[in-house]
């Protein structure tokens, strides 16, 4: 790809990721918007987008889209991406009478996706509702891989990481009373991003769940039919670059990072109807071993459910999103559910 290239494109690729994912979710869609609660409900406290204080550098909410009792958008004009960009936020039961600061979690979506996939093909809102925490859920773009671009090395837009922890973060922290324990999760892609974000240092927990953990050991696997040079250049000329952007190269930087990764072997399992396996999932699970094993080697601890038998699709992520969900809510002091027994290395 060149620097001047869309960056909502190849959607030819795209779209067919998309259905490897979205053809075997069918029940998890379809019983998750029957449990959401009607879209006419009102929320208890209604919220201004100009009340809410902008970011240092100006980034701002310009409107709210109510979803439900519990569920909105905002919408955000972003310097760091040249853009608006959408997100979604869950608030805990009781935001609009305690004034207190909540613990939040990220959602993070995967490729070919958005910000809307999380409470249409889960049960988040019902889930969150038995916790005081606050779900974010940003947009990341069809492929934008919860990265600052390199373009050919002028940055610039898109900038997603500065749009989520730093833009983002300070809306939440001023217009939402989100407090400084967080935890993020998010699958596919979005376990790239989990994993990538937690270390910063600004997140308690993290989850990746079927994620792309190890980019580098595959350079020409899903990566590549999605740009070859506008994300983190070329995999050889800026292997620098590369090695910044791949979470398994900074596992030190996780020791004081609660850990959760998963993953299924790419074999058809108890939630497909195909009896082909998935490669996409065969590609993430092998980087997902390799992330695990460079924490093991730096004597990082972290909880794993390579579950076997399961493909690269919503059902699966629902099941780890409940069994790392109890973790993720105790790292960040919420209230919680009883734990699901995995491995801990």
């Known amino acids: 790809m060149t620097t001047g290239?869309?960056?909502?494109?190849?959607?030819?690729?795209?779209?067919?990721?998309?259905?490897?994912?979205?053809?075997?979710?069918?029940?998890a869609l379809t019983s998750a918007a029957?449990?959401?609660?009607?879209?006419?409900?009102?929320?208890?406290?209604?919220?201004?987008?100009?009340?809410?204080?902008?970011?240092?550098?100006?980034?701002h909410v310009t409107a709210i889209t109510p979803i439900d009792a519990r569920t909105m958008d905002l919408t955000i004009a972003s310097p760091a991406m040249g853009a608006s960009e959408p997100v979604r936020v869950v608030l805990p039961p009781d935001w609009g009478t305690d004034m207190?600061?909540?613990?939040?979690?990220?959602?993070?979506?995967?490729?070919?996706?958005?910000?809307?996939?999380?409470?249409?093909?889960?049960?988040?809102?019902?889930?969150?509702a038995g916790s005081d925490v606050l779900v974010v859920m940003p947009e990341a773009g069809g492929d934008g891989f919860y990265s600052n671009w390199w373009n050919g090395g002028?940055?610039?837009?898109?900038?997603?990481?500065?749009?989520?922890?730093?833009?983002?973060?300070?809306?939440?922290?001023?217009?939402?009373?989100?407090?400084?324990?967080?935890?993020?999760?998010?699958?596919?892609?979005?376990?790239?991003?989990?994993?990538?974000?937690?270390?910063?240092?600004l997140f308690r927990a993290a989850a990746s769940y079927s994620g792309v953990l190890?980019?580098?050991?595959?350079?020409?696997?899903?990566?590549?039919?999605?740009?070859p040079n506008a994300l983190w250049g070329n995999p050889v000329a800026q292997r620098d670059v590369w090695e910044a952007n791949d979470p398994t190269y900074s596992v030190d930087r996780l020791h004081s990072v609660k850990l959760f990764v998963a993953s299924g072997n790419g074999q058809p399992g108890p939630f497909d109807t195909s009896s082909q396996p998935n490669a996409i999932e065969v590609e993430v699970d092998a980087e997902?071993?390799?992330?695990?094993?460079a924490l093991d080697a730096a004597h990082v601890p972290v909880t794993t459910d390579f579950y076997g038998a399961g493909t690269h699709s919503w059902p699966y992520w629902q099941q780890e999103l409940h069994r790392s969900f109890p973790m993720l809510m105790r790292a960040i002091g919420a209230?919680?559910?009883?734990?699901h027994p995995a491995g801990t290395h």
């Open 288 to 293: 997902s071993h390799n992330f695990v094993a």
């Open 34 to 59: 029957a449990a959401q609660p009607s879209a006419a409900a009102q929320i208890a406290s209604p919220i201004e987008a100009a009340s809410i204080p902008a970011a240092d550098d100006s980034a």
């Open 100 to 128: 207190g600061r909540w613990p939040v979690l990220y959602l993070l979506h995967g490729c070919c996706d958005s910000y809307v996939s999380w409470t249409r093909s889960t049960d988040i809102e019902q889930l969150g």
């Open 335 to 339: 209230r919680t559910v009883t734990d």
């Open 154 to 201: 002028t940055g610039g837009s898109p900038a997603w990481e500065t749009f989520h922890l730093v833009e983002l973060r300070q809306i939440l922290d001023r217009g939402f009373r989100a407090s400084s324990r967080m935890a993020v999760a998010g699958l596919s892609m979005g376990g790239y991003g989990a994993m990538k974000y937690a270390e910063t240092g």
């Open 214 to 227: 190890d980019p580098l050991s595959n350079p020409g696997g899903v990566l590549a039919s999605l740009y």
């Open 5 to 27: 290239t869309p960056r909502r494109r190849r959607r030819g690729i795209i779209a067919g990721l998309a259905s490897l994912a979205l053809a075997s979710s069918f029940t």
